[in-house]
């Protein structure tokens, strides 16, 4: 796969788009404890309903850029945009049930791990990263383990659920790389319609197959559900997915890990959950690896700016 092009330097939107998405994915955990459902049928709800709002806007909004991903050279991004939802719907089939095998702190840690494989795609794509930024990576996914409080599970099943989260990083990972690519030259709904409606197609086959139920569910676990839709899915994920035109995929892997301590203080003020104090710490780390990782990377690109393509002043419709 080669290196996706150069992108333009993120602007003040940009900016509170990121921030708006920690916030927004800060909500999903607490939301989904709350909620009386399986966590998958969670994860279809939230998916098939958020296309559901995007779709009308979409088709109405974007038919031709929906024709031109059916055609000549438009196949390879429409490509991008269907294994972005395979990804997604991996993680999501993955990680989530990890929390039901092993302990949902050493779920959350080894899932935390997704910038360090987003790193290694980074580096497959030929794209070389400066030291700094794994020496930020490395402290933010030390921070997101103490955050989580990582334990080691003994049984057979733990052990499956270890194995089932680290593999849910990787996805994770491969759905942010593989959304990278889509979003430089596919608006941000065009590619968000059809990267959830494959994730939510795939996890409604899981569930089928699985016997997971999908419905029955009390007022409360819907209003749950529609809550993870606004904010988790369509303020988070869809904001996130806009800031790859202009942040790397690397950087956008470390920022989602601010979810860890967000979550953390949610559940505190909603759910009475009071962080432990080495959970301090580790928030600590984990928002200093980040400052490194994005303060750092900006600097290095910097300096190899002279070498790079120039970009087209004039911006692309979203």
Same mark, same amino acid.
């Given at each position: ?15 509170? =788009?990121? !921030? ?8 999903? &955990? ?14 279809? *709800? ?19 850029? /929906? ?7 438009? $196949? ?13 719907? !991996? ?25 360090? *494989? ?9 794209? $070389?990263?400066?030291?700094?930024? *794994?020496? !930020?990576?490395?402290? =933010? ?16 099943? &733990?052990?499956?659920?270890? @194995? ?5 990083? @990787? ?10 690519? &889509? ?14 409606? +494959?994730?939510?197609? +795939? ?18 676990? #819907? ?16 904001? /996130? ?12 892997? @470390? ?12 559940? *505190?003020? #909603? ?20 400052? %490194?990782? %994005?303060?750092?990377?900006? $600097? ?19």
């Amino acid at each position: 796969m080669s290196p996706p092009p150069h992108r333009p330097s993120p602007d003040l939107l940009t900016t509170g =788009a990121v !921030g708006l998405a920690v916030v927004a994915v800060s909500s999903s &955990a607490p939301l989904i404890a709350y909620a009386a459902a399986p966590a998958l049928a969670i994860a279809f *709800w939230r998916n098939l309903l958020a296309v559901a709002v995007l779709s009308p806007f979409s088709l109405a909004r974007r038919r031709a850029e /929906f024709r031109r991903l059916t055609v000549g050279a438009g $196949r390879r991004e429409g490509l991008f945009c269907v294994l972005a939802g395979v990804a997604l719907a !991996g993680h999501f089939a993955t990680w989530v049930p990890s929390a039901q095998l092993t302990s949902v702190a050493t779920s959350t840690a080894l899932v935390a791990t997704q910038p360090v *494989w987003q790193g290694l795609i980074a580096r497959a794509q030929g794209r $070389r990263l400066p030291r700094v930024v *794994w020496i !930020g990576i490395a402290v =933010a996914v030390g921070g997101a383990a103490i955050t989580t409080g990582t334990d080691v599970g003994v049984s057979g099943a &733990a052990v499956l659920g270890d @194995v089932l989260a680290l593999t849910g990083g @990787v996805f994770a990972a491969g759905y942010t790389a593989f959304g990278e690519r &889509a979003r430089a030259s596919i608006s941000t709904t065009t590619y968000t319609t059809i990267c959830y409606g +494959i994730c939510a197609l +795939i996890l409604l086959l899981v569930c089928l197959v699985g016997g997971v139920r999908l419905t029955g569910f009390d007022g409360h676990t #819907w209003l749950a559900i529609l809550a993870l839709v606004a904010g988790a899915q369509l303020l988070g994920h869809s904001m /996130f997915n806009y800031a790859l035109r202009k942040i790397s995929a690397t950087t956008v892997s @470390v920022l989602i890990l601010l979810e860890a301590p967000g979550a953390a203080l949610l559940g *505190w003020a #909603w759910l009475g959950q009071l962080p432990r104090p080495y959970a301090l710490v580790g928030m600590a780390l984990l928002l200093v690896g980040v400052a %490194v990782v %994005v303060l750092g990377g900006g $600097r290095a690109a910097r300096r190899v700016a002279p070498t790079a393509l120039p970009t087209d002043p004039t911006p692309l419709a979203d």
